[in-house]
């Protein structure tokens, strides 16, 4: 059975609290595993919800600062541990391959042979997983960042009504799967088009410390789930300015743009109790009118319902409207 879902570890910022772990996402969609910014604290999170090292086929480090990256060396040490026979790659800017190399022999362990590394570079690299795209693409912030995007090749569903009507079944829809026309014993030709209608592949979208840019932007470009970081409330809007973060508002604004299905909202400043995060919620809806998630540690978030290609989207744009710029 597959499944979609994102599984949340880890909530903070740069301070943990109480309530919040450092960063940590895994991202289940079908037999891929993707761990976004492993912080401190990853490995027991993962216990905690009830994942294993075994889940995980990519890491993902959107920027080597300690709230998003601390946690790889436990991590990488428990696939190790744990015996996992798959490749695991790992995707991180190459400007910080000094830090990866560091976190990567953090200490004496049996090291393993599965991890790949797979820095990223320019303005945008796609990487192949499996039968999904990986995008990465930088982001605005202090030291070198990217953010992620995941998308699945589109498709076509099939019609039962349009297959029968048309002496269609068995082995002979998978023929016409696979050749996009067949001939039934009337003689006739009947294509694909006629018995399926377009199904837009599913996509996702990580945006993690960062201020407005384009490349936020064309990464959640019509995203069925987008995940994204508002660090602070609109009062501080100066203070996410100078530090290369999101308010609220912001991800709102983002999301909106974008026609974004559903909009998880994360990376809280310690400043703000649990008590007041109501008010990020608050403030992404003034501009989106879609569904907001408050991201909370050991949550799962369930991808979106697949969606045809003649349904419509919240937010959506008018056709061939590009999404706004940052300015």
């Keep these: 059975m597959s499944v979609r879902e994102l599984v949340v570890l880890g909530t903070a910022s740069a301070v943990p609290t109480r309530e919040r772990n450092h960063n940590g996402y895994l991202l289940?969609?079908?037999?891929?595993?993707?761990?976004?910014?492993?912080?401190?604290?990853?490995?027991?999170?993962?216990l905690h919800a009830g994942v294993s090292a075994h889940d995980i086929t990519w890491i993902c480090v959107t920027h080597f600062h300690g709230d998003h990256c601390l946690g790889l060396p436990g991590v990488i040490q428990r696939i190790a541990r744990d015996n996992v026979p798959h490749p695991v790659q790992v995707a991180y800017p190459a400007a910080g391959e000094e830090y990866?190399?560091?976190?990567?022999?953090?200490?004496?362990?049996?090291?393993?042979?599965?991890?790949?590394?797979?820095?990223?570079s320019g303005d945008e690299a796609r990487l192949p997983a499996g039968p999904l795209t990986l995008t990465a693409r930088p982001l605005s912030h202090p030291i070198p960042s990217y953010g992620y995007r995941i998308e699945e090749p589109p498709g076509r569903t099939m019609l039962p009504a349009e297959l029968a009507r048309r002496g269609i079944h068995g082995p002979m829809i998978g023929e016409l799967q696979r050749k996009g026309s067949i001939t039934v014993p009337d003689?006739?030709?009947?294509?694909?088009?006629?018995?399926?209608?377009?199904?837009?592949?599913?996509?996702?979208?990580?945006?993690?410390?960062?201020?407005?840019?384009?490349?936020?932007?064309?990464?959640?470009?019509?995203?069925?789930?987008?995940?994204?970081?508002?660090?602070?409330?609109?009062?501080?809007?100066?203070?996410?300015?100078?530090?290369?973060?999101?308010?609220?508002?912001?991800?709102?604004?983002?999301?909106?743009?974008?026609?974004v299905r559903r909009l998880v909202l994360t990376h809280?400043?310690?400043?703000?109790?649990?008590?007041?995060e109501w008010r990020f919620r608050e403030e992404a809806g003034k501009a989106f009118s879609g569904e907001i998630i408050l991201a909370r540690d050991l949550a799962r978030i369930p991808v979106p319902k697949r969606r045809r290609e003649r349904d419509a989207r919240p937010g959506d744009r008018p056709a061939g409207e590009p999404p706004a710029s940052h300015g």
């Design 28 to 46: 289940r969609w079908d037999g891929e595993g993707f761990l976004f910014d492993p912080g401190e604290g990853t490995q027991r999170q993962m």
């Design 100 to 120: 990866w190399r560091r976190l990567r022999h953090a200490s004496a362990f049996a090291d393993t042979e599965v991890i790949v590394p797979r820095p990223v």
């Design 187 to 259: 003689g006739s030709v009947v294509t694909l088009e006629e018995c399926s209608v377009p199904r837009p592949g599913q996509s996702f979208a990580f945006v993690m410390d960062t201020r407005l840019c384009d490349a936020a932007f064309a990464l959640a470009d019509g995203v069925d789930l987008l995940v994204v970081e508002a660090t602070f409330l609109s009062a501080e809007a100066s203070l996410a300015a100078h530090y290369g973060h999101l308010t609220a508002a912001q991800a709102g604004r983002l999301a909106a743009a974008c026609g």
């Design 268 to 276: 809280f400043s310690e400043r703000y109790p649990v008590a007041e």
